[in-house]
């Protein structure tokens, strides 16, 4: 029976471990099927009107709603007429047709946003966006990370000398600032930006450990067998101590999906995350503060309940799958 | 009267599968001012039973049964009861010592603690204690001594003060679970003296726990052989090792390598030699481990290499191996010089098995891809079936069934993780198969059935070996000639009869002396 089967058996006794892995693939599925477009598809359409309240909250906020609207009226002309005014109508009018915004729905399932879209329609978007950005950002710096720590910690020498200076360089300048610096050298926006920026940034951590992970390998006595044997440098590092620290960048790499989407939020809070035409929990939050000022918390309680589950769940699994893999072996 | 009385122990362990029985209803007594051996192989209860009599075993552990010491009944003691007579009345010693004082305190402050819980001293009646003691246990310089940490002490220093520490506080009962494993032939015969005399100046009992039964004679009375949890002799020494009753006493008995067992060194005529070197030396910054080590090894011979810890056997194999750089000198290999052969003809002609199989197999590969790895990287057996097949067949060699194939090591007991260790060096079909300490992690009993493995497989392919141990006459009963290392220098080499009756350098003397038994 191998390792992994034996890592297996004992996850599937963690029963806290099972339900955050049920979260994680039920949140993987929504993404997958947000991206293949059987969900959330028609998110950015404007189907309520603007800040339209969660259905269950009835009239009253209806009204506020009005309210707010009601301040946008013509405003007094001091009997001056306005020369484009005909213009204007007939513009109104065109575009009255077009978007037909007398089908708005005045209250929608949790409630819409400044342009009244529906926010659970958001989130779901959200949560293809975050968890995309999420899991390929963790995947890059666990790659850089494996990659950087095998070669330092196997070879030593100026190898080692190197991606510590590298390393020291990366972790000597404030986390924000180096995500901000990046950004602002890529100087574009959109998914792939933010995974390369949290990517390129974020290996350190895990390139530290499986340093030395492969400085303790290395001089074991199974990897002087797999040299007695002939085998490559490239063969012992990836074949032999690989698979033997492979846990680690596995637990890492979860690790740091729950640390990029929470990155994400930040980034995209700060306007340096994804663009416009995209959504995620990050965007969504940016738009919330000038909406609690006028008390529609529908958006900030959509965003912060997907975001809250899917980080907790994670973690969660990850605790366990650290757990299940703790190799004890005799 | 008895000091101690143990009545019918069982200890099992819960787990999540199953439920361990290590102690299966054991009794045994141990007299005043006496010393009972507890003699097993790994996995026999013996450690166990020893903790389990100072409540030292993991809440997982369902200890039932009666120890009685002095009248009290320990397993029903309280933990404080039970804390009060650690140390005190009862105290133990381990086998590591290194890893049982502890490295962030002085030894001073170590020993000190002990009389400071025990005996409530302080201040200067507790310094003048601890001297008393480090010089008791025979410490030199005890005023320098005071204020080293353990790791400035050597392993037989550190054992010493573990040992006073353990006497601190003049215990009736002192527990000795392999005192002796982790120290060299040498260390291992003065503490064994220093524990002996301690034992009877200070009119101790002593439990005495080890898996070699040569070092039973020189310090007890009485034994008790353990296998599988279940007592299986006991008795005075001289008629347990004299006539013994039981089969697995006989078996360890006869299963252990013995000094005066004649070498199986054959005759010298034309030899071809398969490997010499010349001056082999190897520095590591300024320590010099290998100090220009020469030698001949011939065809179908074995050579010995015999040394302490620390005395650069190991360092020398890895060169042999290629494994490490040499920093200077040259090995020849048929007469080439080993660095002018290319990589891959030269790991097909020396192979190596190392000392510990828990660590030299990769734990995520099976033992099928352990045998066919090599079959890969040298092009043996055409196709993935043709290695498969082959892979059995070397299993079959080493004894052990195809089925193994698709088992992991976890999975295997250290004698048969050998055994694939083996296997997958036989698979190259080495001229020269470098023994690095190849059975000194392994039980006597399947120690035994390893050299045999090794002498049969030696015939057969007839290979060289270059046998490197710490054990003196496992390597007697195997090799036609033996050199002796210290401090990186080889300081005698002669034929294997030769030098165990005549040995010409003082440190060979030395070394043959302190083998116990």
């Known amino acids: 029976m191998s390792l992994w089967l034996l890592a297996w058996r004992r996850f599937l006794r963690d029963r806290l471990g099972l339900v955050s892995l049920v979260i994680v693939i039920i949140y993987v599925a929504l993404a997958c099927a947000s991206a293949a477009g059987w969900v959330a598809r028609d998110w950015a359409d404007e189907v309520g009107v603007s800040y339209a309240p969660p259905r269950f909250l009835g009239s009253q906020v209806e009204e506020a709603a009005a309210h707010g609207a009601a301040t946008v009226r013509p405003q007094e002309t001091h009997g001056i007429a306005d020369p484009l005014a005909e213009e204007l109508a007939e513009i109104q009018a065109s575009l009255a047709g077009a978007t037909g915004t007398e089908s708005r729905a005045t209250t929608l399932a949790f409630g819409g946003d400044k342009w009244g879209r529906d926010v659970v329609k958001k989130a779901i978007k959200g949560t293809e966006t975050s968890l995309v950005v999420g899991l390929a950002a963790a995947a890059l710096a666990a790659f850089l990370g494996t990659l950087f720590g095998a070669v330092a910690g196997y070879y030593g020498g100026w190898r080692d ?99 990029f989407i929470k990155s994400e939020v930040i980034l995209s809070f700060l306007g340096f995350g994804v663009g416009v035409d995209t959504v995620s929990w990050g965007s969504m939050l940016a738009e919330a503060p000038s909406e609690l000022i006028l008390g529609m918390w529908w958006q900030i309680a959509a965003a912060t309940l997907a975001m809250a589950l899917a980080v907790t769940a994670f973690s969660l699994f990850t605790d366990s799958v650290r757990d299940a893999l703790d190799p004890r072996l005799q | 009267m008895s000091l101690l009385s143990v009545r019918n122990l069982r200890v099992d362990f819960e787990t999540r599968e199953e439920t361990v029985r290590a102690v299966r209803g054991i009794s045994f007594e141990i007299p005043e001012h006496s010393t009972l051996a507890l003699v097993g192989e790994s996995g026999s209860g013996k450690s166990v039973t020893a903790l389990s009599i100072l409540g030292l075993l993991p809440a997982t552990a369902d200890v039932r049964g009666e120890v009685f010491y002095e009248g009290r009944n320990l397993i029903k003691a309280t933990k404080g009861e039970l804390r009060a007579l650690r140390g005190a009345g009862i105290s133990m010693i381990f086998q590591e ?194 100090k220009g080590a020469s030698f001949k090894l011939a065809k179908g011979r074995t050579l010995g290499l015999v040394g302490e810890s620390g005395s650069g056997k190991t360092t020398l194999g890895l060169l042999v191996a290629r494994l490490h750089q040499a920093s200077g000198g040259s090995a020849l290999l048929h007469g080439q010089d080993t660095l002018s052969v290319p990589p891959k003809t030269f790991k097909r002609a020396v192979q190596i098995v190392f000392q510990n199989p828990y660590a030299s197999l990769n734990p995520r590969f099976s033992a099928g891809e352990i045998l066919m790895e090599p079959m890969r990287i040298h092009g043996i057996g055409a196709r993935e079936v043709e290695r498969r097949s082959l892979a059995a ?69 007839a290979m060289s070996y270059l046998f490197i141990s710490h054990d003196l006459a496992v390597v007697k009963s195997m090799a036609d000639e033996v050199m002796v290392m210290k401090d990186g220098e080889i300081v005698e080499i002669a034929g294997a009869d030769e030098l165990y009756s005549d040995p010409k350098h003082p440190y060979t003397r030395t070394l043959l002396a302190s083998v116990p038994g």
């Open chain 2, 393 to 461: 067949g070397y299993l079959a060699k080493v004894g052990l069934p195809a089925s193994a194939l698709f088992k992991y090591p976890h999975e295997f007991s250290g004698g048969q993780r050998q055994r694939i260790a083996i296997a997958r060096a036989l698979v190259l079909k080495p001229q020269l198969l470098i023994c690095d300490e190849a059975v000194s992690a392994l039980d006597v009993s399947i120690q035994a059935q390893l050299l045999n493995l090794l002498r049969d497989l030696q015939d057969e392919y």
């Open chain 2, 97 to 290: 010592p290194m890893s049982s004082l502890n490295p962030v305190f002085s030894v001073g402050f170590q020993i000190g603690e002990v009389l400071r819980e025990h005996l409530g001293l302080s201040g200067k009646a507790s310094r003048q204690r601890v001297l008393e003691l480090l010089g008791e246990v025979g410490l030199s310089d005890p005023e320098g001594k005071l204020g080293r940490y353990p790791f400035q002490l050597s392993g037989g220093e550190q054992q010493r003060v573990m040992i006073a520490m353990a006497i601190a506080c003049e215990p009736k009962l002192l527990i000795a679970d392999e005192p002796t494993s982790a120290l060299d032939v040498t260390v291992q015969k003065q503490i064994l003296e220093l524990i002996a005399e301690l034992q009877r100046r200070r009119r101790m009992s002593m439990l005495f726990i080890t898996h070699d039964l040569s070092l039973v004679g020189a310090v007890a009375e009485q034994v008790v052989v353990m296998r599988e949890g279940e007592i299986r002799e006991q008795g005075s020494v001289a008629q347990v090792f004299g006539a013994p009753r039981d089969d697995y006493t006989r078996m360890l008995l006869a299963a252990r390598p013995r000094l005066d067992a004649p070498s199986p060194a054959r005759a010298g005529g034309k030899e071809t030699i398969v490997l010499e070197a010349r001056g082999l030396a190897k520095n590591f910054d300024k320590v010099k481990a290998v």
């Open chain 1, 161 to 259: 000398d190197f991606f510590n200076w590298l390393y020291s360089v990366f972790t000597s300048i404030p986390y924000l600032l180096l995500v901000l610096a990046v950004a602002a050298v890529l100087n574009q926006k959109g998914i792939v930006t933010v995974i390369l920026i949290l990517g390129l940034t974020g290996w350190t951590g895990i390139f530290r450990l499986i340093r030395a992970e492969y400085l303790k390998h290395r001089v074991r006595e199974y990897v002087l067998a797999a040299d007695a044997i002939g085998a490559s440098d490239a063969r012992r590092m990836f074949a032999h101590i690989l698979p033997n620290v492979s846990h680690i960048v596995l637990v890492q790499l979860s690790l740091h999906v729950v640390l």
